[in-house]
């Protein structure tokens, strides 16, 4: 039931941005999406840890799981073109292994490590962005390896592999909880039902005033 209802919700990844202080604290986390739908007019919000997206019961926000991934587009030995991403471990937290595999489409198993020019400064507050960043990929084949930078292309079994650059990803945790609901049902039954049960308590009724005979006939 969740993979028909999630397959219908969809959005467009935007620019990610974590503000961090010295000592790699974590300060703030923005996400910007732009909904998918067939309208030209299409809507962009940005997340954080105190704005969810929610869309069908469905609640999705950002979490502090994020890092890089590597573009690679593979172009077989017959001109068939293949266009995807590698995620990389979280970083900074794992800044030390952004190391990974892939097996290509003609079955050869090759290991990526991303390799950062600059580290993560320690001293000094920073943004942990989209843009441009200083970096190398290094291909490992058994025991051989090669260096790409952006745009270099790697000739291997059955096609080339170019290296296209980085993209960041991030972590989003998804929420549903089918009784909300109901619940919210019953606290409104149960508030009309106080509401009642007060009103009936508290209407005061209005007693029958006994008069009172005064001289001359008149009643008060």
């Given at each position: 039931?969740?993979?028909?209802?999630?397959?219908?919700?969809?959005?467009?990844?935007?620019?990610?941005?974590?503000?961090?202080?010295?000592?790699?604290?974590?300060?703030?986390?923005?996400?910007?999406?732009?909904?998918?739908d067939e309208s030209d007019d299409r809507e962009s919000i940005?997340?954080?840890?105190?704005?969810?997206?929610?869309?069908?019961?469905?609640?999705?926000?950002?979490?502090?799981?994020?890092?890089?991934?590597?573009?690679?587009?593979?172009?077989s030995n017959t001109g068939e073109s293949i266009t995807g991403?590698?995620?990389?471990?979280?970083?900074?937290?794992?800044?030390?292994?952004?190391?990974?595999?892939?097996?290509?489409?003609?079955?050869?198993?090759?290991?990526?490590?991303?390799?950062?020019?600059?580290?993560?400064?320690?001293?000094?507050?920073?943004?942990?962005?989209?843009?441009?960043?200083?970096?190398?990929?290094?291909?490992?084949?058994?025991?051989?390896?090669?260096?790409?930078?952006?745009?270099?292309?790697?000739?291997?079994?059955?096609?080339?592999?170019?290296?296209?650059?980085?993209?960041?990803?991030?972590?989003?945790?998804?929420?549903?909880?089918?009784?909300?609901?109901?619940?919210?049902?019953?606290?409104?039954?149960?508030?009309?039902?106080?509401?009642?049960?007060?009103?009936?308590?508290?209407?005061?009724?209005?007693?029958?005033?006994?008069?009172?005979?005064?001289?001359?006939?008149?009643?008060?």
């Open positions: 039931w969740h993979k028909q209802a999630l397959e219908k919700i969809s959005f467009l990844q935007g620019v990610v941005e974590v503000d961090y202080g010295s000592g790699l604290a974590r300060k703030a986390i923005r996400s910007t999406i732009t909904i998918n940005t997340l954080s840890e105190n704005h969810a997206y929610i869309v069908n019961g469905y609640r999705f926000s950002v979490t502090s799981n994020k890092g890089y991934a590597v573009r690679l587009i593979w172009i991403y590698v995620h990389m471990p979280s970083f900074p937290l794992l800044e030390w292994k952004q190391t990974n595999q892939w097996r290509t489409p003609a079955g050869q198993l090759i290991g990526l490590s991303l390799l950062m020019q600059k580290p993560a400064p320690l001293d000094r507050d920073w943004v942990f962005h989209n843009g441009q960043v200083q970096h190398k990929l290094d291909i490992t084949i058994a025991q051989e390896s090669a260096t790409l930078m952006e745009g270099d292309v790697l000739q291997l079994q059955g096609g080339k592999l170019k290296y296209d650059g980085v993209q960041l990803w991030i972590g989003y945790r998804i929420d549903h909880n089918p009784v909300l609901p109901w619940l919210f049902s019953a606290a409104m039954l149960g508030v009309i039902g106080l509401g009642w049960h007060f009103k009936q308590k508290f209407t005061l009724n209005t007693p029958h005033q006994q008069g009172v005979m005064v001289p001359g006939g008149s009643r008060r």
